[in-house]
């Protein structure tokens, strides 16, 4: 890729969330990833470009230095920033608008810094192409995969209904979405059964959750609350692989055995070591609760199924750690970034040596780890357990991209005959990411308040079922 010649027509619009617009190479695997600010400041743009440099770069330390550490190396890919010519961006903002969806274009991409983030593109492992299909693609948004312990919280209700669905039933009111979709509790269970059962939710209600990439292009997604979702299509798009891997043994195969084989395929990457050391279970996730009231899975059959646990290095059991680095809930956040505020009212040059917006750097590392064990009603503890709390808030944001290239022929007949001996998935080789992974800003324990909204709203109106 090179900076100074840079062609729109080599780019396509890829997808985007909340804060970020990605574009494609057509031919290479590489992404850009834009920065998006609200519609309505457009008048004064806030990406002057030493800010958006400073940004981004923020983003890539706090990647490489903290998350890559925390969830392991193997899983995640930090990037560069670069900067790139601004008519090249504005060309491509315009090119990219029309495929945009309706619901995100309350955000414009910055076309004024010129500065994004390169990454490979990991719905497109080149490395790994295989010659005869192009490679599957699942990205997964897991959100929070555990119950805060009681002792700190003050609605007893947050103990037993997970964050997630109580969201899910507020957004379902409000009428940002039709239909409620998984619980994540079910999916970081490690119970297949549970796993099994949310995967389908997940392909059933995608919401922003689930998106289904093949060749890098996204063939399933849900893109706006009320269009309509192509389960068929998506199951016409995996036949092939399912058959070629079985072609011998059976050519008919029902929707329901091909969409069982597919996610059982899903579930075996998310449950792999891939490389790691595997085997037990993590021992603070079996003394949690880990069952939700409000998933919709049925308790007893779980029950009857045994709980299996987490492979201690697989991909949801690195998220799952991460988030639970701190289970502080954001009512107990709350006086502490008081004090820090009043803090910074009387010094604000202490901002920087707080690392209130970074650097993510070495001394941001040594301040986390040299933080005392118990409040001394210092600011230096404050601004820790604020910054480790952002740490979980990151791991409750990210997304799970699994990659899913079809094995080389001669893999194939060793495995297809494995296949048919009774293991249950056809030959794909999985390469599994993590992205999405950007510090988020000291001020958003300012949600306090919508968390409250939350848990009151479910108080209203679920109190009174069983
Ligand atoms: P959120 O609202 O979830 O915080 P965001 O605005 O931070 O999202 P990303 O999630 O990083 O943006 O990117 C938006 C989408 O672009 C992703 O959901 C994913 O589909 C795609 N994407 C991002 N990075 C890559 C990558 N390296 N390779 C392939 N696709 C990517
Ligand atoms: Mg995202
Ligand atoms: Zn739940
Ligand atoms: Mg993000």
Not at 93 to 100: A, F, H, P, T
Not at 298 to 311: F, I, K
Not at 355 to 378: N, R, T, V, W
Request: aromatic share 8%; charged share 25%; net charge neutral.
């Amino acid at each position: 890729m090179q900076l100074d010649k840079m062609d729109e027509n080599e780019w396509k619009y890829h997808g985007e969330g909340n804060k970020n617009l990605v574009v494609a190479h057509v031919k290479l695997s590489r992404v850009l990833r834009l920065l998006k600010y609200p519609a309505k400041d457009s008048e004064n743009p806030p990406q002057m470009a030493e800010r958006a440099f400073r940004q981004i770069q923020n983003i890539v330390d706090f990647s490489s230095n903290v998350m890559s550490v925390l969830l392991g190396e193997k899983f995640v890919h930090s990037g560069e920033v670069v900067k790139l010519p601004l008519e090249f961006v504005r060309r491509l903002s315009i090119k990219v608008q029309d495929e945009r969806p309706g619901w995100r274009c309350d955000k414009v991409i910055d076309i004024y810094s010129g500065c994004a983030l390169a990454l490979p593109n990991l719905t497109y492992p080149i490395l790994h192409l295989s010659a005869h299909a192009p490679p599957l693609c699942v990205e997964i948004k897991p959100k929070w995969g555990f119950l805060p312990s009681s002792k700190h919280v003050s609605k007893d209700i947050k103990s037993r209904v997970c964050r997630f669905c109580m969201y899910q039933l507020y957004k379902v009111a409000t009428g940002k979405w039709r239909k409620r979709t998984y619980c994540p509790l079910d999916l970081f269970s490690g119970n297949k059964q549970r796993m099994h059962f949310a995967i389908r939710q997940l392909i059933e209600e995608p919401q922003n959750n689930l998106k289904i990439f093949k060749g890098g292009q996204c063939i399933y997604s849900r893109k706006d609350s009320d269009d309509s979702l192509d389960l068929n299509s998506l199951l016409h798009h995996l036949r092939p692989y399912f058959l070629q891997a079985n072609n011998r043994y059976s050519c008919h195969m029902t929707n329901k055995a091909l969409l069982n084989d597919f996610i059982q395929v899903l579930m075996n990457a998310l449950l792999s070591s891939h490389g790691g050391e595997g085997g037990v279970a993590n021992d603070r996730q079996a003394e949690r609760r880990n069952y939700c009231d409000a998933s919709l899975f049925n308790r007893e059959r779980s029950r009857h199924a045994g709980s299996q646990g987490l492979p201690s290095d697989c991909v949801l059991s690195r998220i799952l750690q991460t988030q639970m680095l701190d289970m502080r809930d954001i009512e107990d956040l709350y006086p502490l970034y008081h004090r820090v505020e009043q803090h910074l009212q009387d010094f604000p040059k202490q901002r920087g040596d707080l690392h209130i917006e970074g650097p993510y750097d070495k001394e941001f590392l040594e301040m986390l780890q040299k933080c005392p064990a118990e409040d001394d009603g210092s600011v230096e503890y404050a601004a820790t357990k604020i910054h480790q709390y952002l740490i979980t808030k990151t791991a409750k944001d990210c997304s799970i991209m699994v990659a899913l290239v079809p094995s080389g022929d001669k893999e194939e007949e060793d495995e297809g005959y494995s296949w048919l001996k009774g293991s249950r998935a056809p030959p794909f080789t999985s390469l599994v990411s993590i992205l999405d992974l950007d510090p988020k800003p000291f001020d958003s324990i300012l949600q306090l308040r919508l968390d409250q909204q939350i848990v009151s709203y479910y108080l209203k109106t679920c109190s009174a079922l069983p």
